[in-house]
């Protein structure tokens, strides 16, 4: 098997037509049936079911096909990296970011990145939960996260940036929206759309419930905030959220303090032996933003 195949796999696969296929390709049909046939052999089980009409998955098909769009995805990544260090760029960081520091923190940082560091190229990530980046470090898939802390890898270095309070996301014509200021106990009975259970977000607002007195109903999950607040809009529930306010101005949400408010931590990681000077350079323009903390409150 190798990268030829897997491509004319995909355009068959996606196609569900070898002669639509081969049009994509621009090959001939023949010889595009005898090089998915030779890769059914070589892997010893059948990838397609063909009909006069189209073409169906089989099951091991499915899961090729799934596999194979990740491995072209990461080769095609790799082929423009290496391109792009080639044209003469100083070198390319691929960075992930938390929910709403996406919003907040992202643009602040490409710009600052543009500036600072021109011969960089930055392959971003957004709405990413934290136990996501941090696999995706020790996997080496990315080179520096901004994440919500703690981390359980003993492999990451951290620096610190801020920490930002949770704010309630209530839809607006809720009762509990007409008041200006709230306390967690005060949210008990309603219900909640919230972070996916393994995100530190999550896990600060279900503590903040139990010192409150109460189990939160939550009906509804999303891992992106944009999605979560969403919800909020349709009327599902309450979601509590970092520094919202001033990202976000979909209609049918209002945001309120609370008196309680939990606290979550933002910080910028990357593997302790990723001592290059690209990431020295790009970790340090954390340094030179303007300080969030006001926008947070």
């Known amino acids: 098997?190798?990268?030829?195949?897997?491509?004319?796999?995909?355009?068959?696969?996606?196609?569900?037509?070898?002669?639509?296929?081969?049009?994509?390709?621009?090959?001939?049909?023949?010889?595009?049936?005898?090089?998915?046939?030779?890769?059914?052999?070589?892997?010893?089980?059948?990838?397609?079911?063909?009909?006069?009409?189209?073409?169906?998955?089989?099951?091991?098909?499915?899961?090729?096909?799934?596999?194979?769009?990740?491995?072209?995805?990461?080769?095609?990544?790799?082929?423009?990296?290496?391109?792009?260090?080639?044209?003469?760029a100083s070198g390319v960081l691929r960075v992930g970011f938390a929910g709403t520091a996406t919003y907040r923190h992202m643009p602040a940082i490409v710009q600052a990145a543009s500036e600072r560091l021109p011969g960089l190229r930055l392959n971003v990530q957004g709405e990413m939960l934290t136990q996501q980046m941090e696999l995706a470090l020790e996997e080496h898939k990315l080179d520096v996260a901004v994440l919500r802390p703690p981390v359980s890898s003993a492999g990451l270095e951290l620096k610190f940036l801020e920490q930002d309070e949770l704010v309630a996301a209530l839809p607006a014509d809720l009762p509990l929206a007409a008041r200006e200021r709230l306390s967690v106990a005060d949210l008990a009975g309603e219900r909640f759309v919230a972070y996916p259970g393994f995100s530190v977000v999550n896990t600060v607002f279900h503590e903040a419930c139990r010192q409150a007195g109460f189990r939160p109903n939550v009906i509804q999950e999303a891992q992106e905030t944009s999605t979560l607040l969403s919800f909020v809009a349709a009327g599902l529930g309450i979601a509590l959220v970092p520094a919202a306010r001033r990202m976000f101005g979909l209609e049918g949400i209002v945001f309120r303090p609370l008196e309680d408010a939990p606290v979550v931590g933002l910080a910028v990681a990357w593997r302790k032996d990723n001592r290059s000077a690209l990431v020295d350079n790009f970790v340090a323009l954390f340094d030179t933003l303007p300080s969030h903390r006001k926008d947070a409150q």
């Open 1 to 88: 098997m190798d990268i030829r195949q897997l491509r004319y796999f995909v355009a068959v696969a996606e196609e569900r037509h070898f002669g639509r296929a081969a049009q994509r390709l621009h090959m001939a049909q023949p010889p595009l049936s005898q090089q998915i046939k030779q890769l059914e052999e070589q892997l010893g089980t059948q990838l397609l079911v063909r009909t006069t009409r189209k073409v169906d998955l089989t099951p091991a098909g499915q899961l090729l096909l799934e596999r194979a769009r990740t491995l072209l995805g990461d080769l095609e990544a790799l082929e423009q990296d290496v391109r792009q260090i080639g044209l003469g």
